[in-house]
């Protein structure tokens, strides 16, 4: 039962490059997210997606780039990396948005810009 | 902005008594609140939730009061055991619009010591 996956879990960056994040779930949900955690901070949403070809910025999307061909599939891109986007990033699921809805995490992605 | 707050960064407890962990919220569309709990080096794993109707909710050893005149909430832990030691966040939504994403706290820390 795998849930949210996640890859890579670490990655060294140079400053300028790209990378893509990628997250895959099979748990059929609809909506799914990407968050950054910094430290001492909470989590931050950078984009969300409520379905195949829905995507929507969150709080903090500058920077990245998504896009959701698959329900399974939210991959999030980074064009030319900075020191700023030195984080934790998580990639979640939910079956609905809002109200009690569980969001289910992935085990995230350290990523560090140097 | 910050509309979740966790105040305390960190928070040490001995096995067996209670914890009490707290949170506090500034945006009046929030209805829906949920504690996650996050252990080192995994993605955080949803723990129990309330609904503004409610003022209580009880699974187990944890339970959720939310006192919603003051916009604030707390989990309890009792008694407090020492699997119990990981970082909580407060997480809280609403129906419509921005408020229907999960908006988090930073977290707190929790050791339960022996």
């Known amino acids: 039962n795998a849930g949210v996956t996640q890859t890579p879990k670490f990655r060294i960056l140079k400053i300028g490059q790209s990378m893509t994040l990628q997250c895959a779930q099979d748990?059929?949900?609809?909506?799914m997210y990407w968050y950054r955690q910094d430290p001492g901070m909470g989590l931050k949403l950078i984009y969300y997606?409520?379905?195949?070809?829905?995507?929507d910025k969150g709080e903090v999307p500058n920077g990245y780039n998504v896009s959701r061909s698959t329900t399974e599939d939210f991959p999030l891109r980074l064009e030319l990396a900075a020191p700023s986007q030195t984080s934790v990033y998580f990639c979640?699921?939910?079956?609905?948005?809002?109200?009690?809805?569980?969001?289910?995490f992935g085990q995230g992605t350290r990523l560090t810009v140097v | 902005d910050q509309q979740v707050k966790q105040n305390s960064p960190s928070l040490s407890v001995q096995e067996g008594r209670i914890s009490i962990l707290n949170c506090d919220y500034t945006?009046?569309?929030?209805?829906?609140f949920l504690w996650y709990k996050k252990y080192p080096a995994e993605g955080p794993t949803f723990l129990i939730s309330?609904?503004?109707?409610?003022d209580k909710n009880e699974d187990g050893r944890f339970t959720v009061f939310l006192n919603k005149s003051a916009k604030h909430l707390s989990l309890h832990i009792v008694p407090s055991q020492p699997g119990d030691s990981a970082v909580y966040f407060c997480?809280?939504?609403?129906?419509?619009?921005?408020?229907?994403?999960?908006?988090f706290g930073t977290g707190t820390r929790l050791q339960v010591t022996l």
């Open positions: 979640a699921s939910s079956y609905s948005s809002g109200g009690l809805a569980e969001a289910f």
């Open positions: 945006n009046s569309m929030f209805d829906y």
């Open positions: 309330i609904s503004s109707i409610k």
């Open positions: 997480a809280a939504s609403g129906d419509t619009g921005t408020a229907s994403k999960l908006t």
């Open positions: 748990m059929n949900h609809n909506y």
């Open positions: 997606s409520v379905g195949a070809g829905i995507t």
